[in-house]
């Protein structure tokens, strides 16, 4: 089965992992824009990496990645939650682009953004660096080696018809029984990621790819996590947009085909409003009346 994540820790080495291979949901992504090859590889990749990246956290929330103002791919956004819930979309300079130009040229420009939200309170974390490298995995590994401070290693692949990827991190372990058994443990895992080709990543199933890495250390496993696409859009929010907008843009443009359209960049559901329900937008909110003075 693809759509799989699986995250490890190699306690003897200090090292953790995870592990992805997405099929079905990747494919539903690219559905829903006519992406050129290259841009629909990299955003496989992103998810890949969203997914990954969503195993070091240490709460129930959202992680996103977003890549915003390169000279061709303008914009590259994923998320991943704790559930398991994908989704991401890309946006492409309107000129034209010849996208053999690679990935380093292609987002020339670009800030890298990770932006952390829990569920349950109200810290927000984001970081933000240049981008840097000529594969997004250069770059995000530069981001943990600047941000983080943490060394990091990834391996990621997309081909239009599967996306995966592979996370390696030290752990911060110091001192005390959680101190590696292993010094050269970071160097030996690092030579093994070496002998992976994106090729052999696409084509194994995530499982299968760890076992073979890393059959001879003692592995402590989570429960793989079932990845869907799932989109966050919905009538109440689409609504929301249109009173941003205002009044008078949001008659104005149901004013050509009799109501106004929303199409979800995500997922492609297109939502209408025709006028009367406009005009219900903006009626006022009525107020509740106070409760009765006690006697």
């Not at 052999?200 to 790819?209: A, K, P, R, W």
């Not at 249109?242 to 009044?247: S, V």
Request: charged letters at 20%.
């Amino acid at each position: 089965m693809t759509d799989l994540l699986h995250a490890f820790v190699l306690p003897e080495l200090g090292v953790r992992g995870a592990a992805v291979r997405l099929g079905a949901g990747y494919r539903e992504v690219l559905s829903h824009q006519p992406y050129p090859a290259a841009v629909g590889r990299w955003l496989g990749e992103a998810l890949s990496a969203a997914a990954l990246l969503q195993t070091g956290i240490k709460f129930t929330g959202r992680l996103s990645l977003q890549l915003q103002g390169g000279s061709a791919l303008e914009l590259l956004y994923v998320e991943s939650t704790s559930e398991g819930d994908l989704r991401g979309i890309a946006r492409v300079a309107e000129r034209p682009v010849d996208w053999n130009i690679g990935f380093g040229q292609a987002v020339e420009g670009a800030l890298l953004a990770i932006t952390l939200e829990p569920y349950q309170r109200g810290d927000r974390y984001q970081g933000i660096v240049p981008l840097a490298g000529d594969s997004l995995s250069d770059a995000l590994e530069g981001y943990f080696a600047q941000s983080e401070q943490l060394p990091t290693r990834l391996l990621l692949a997309g081909d239009g018809e599967h996306a995966a990827g592979l996370l390696l991190q030290r752990l911060p372990f110091e001192g005390g029984q959680n101190r590696p058994i292993d010094p050269d443990g970071w160097n030996r895992v690092e030579h093994l990621m070496g002998t992976i080709t994106p090729d052999e990543l696409l084509g194994t199933t995530s499982e299968l790819l760890v076992h073979r890495l890393f059959h001879e250390f003692d592995r402590i496993n989570r429960d793989p996590l079932p990845l869907h696409v799932r989109c966050r859009c919905s009538r109440d929010k689409v609504a929301d947009v249109l009173r941003r907008i205002g009044r008078d843009e949001a008659v104005a443009a149901a004013a050509n085909i009799g109501h106004a359209e929303v199409i979800c960049e995500f997922c492609g559901k297109v939502y209408r409003f025709d006028p009367i329900e406009i005009q219900q937008l903006f009626l006022p909110v009525p107020v509740a009346p106070l409760p009765p003075r006690p006697q």
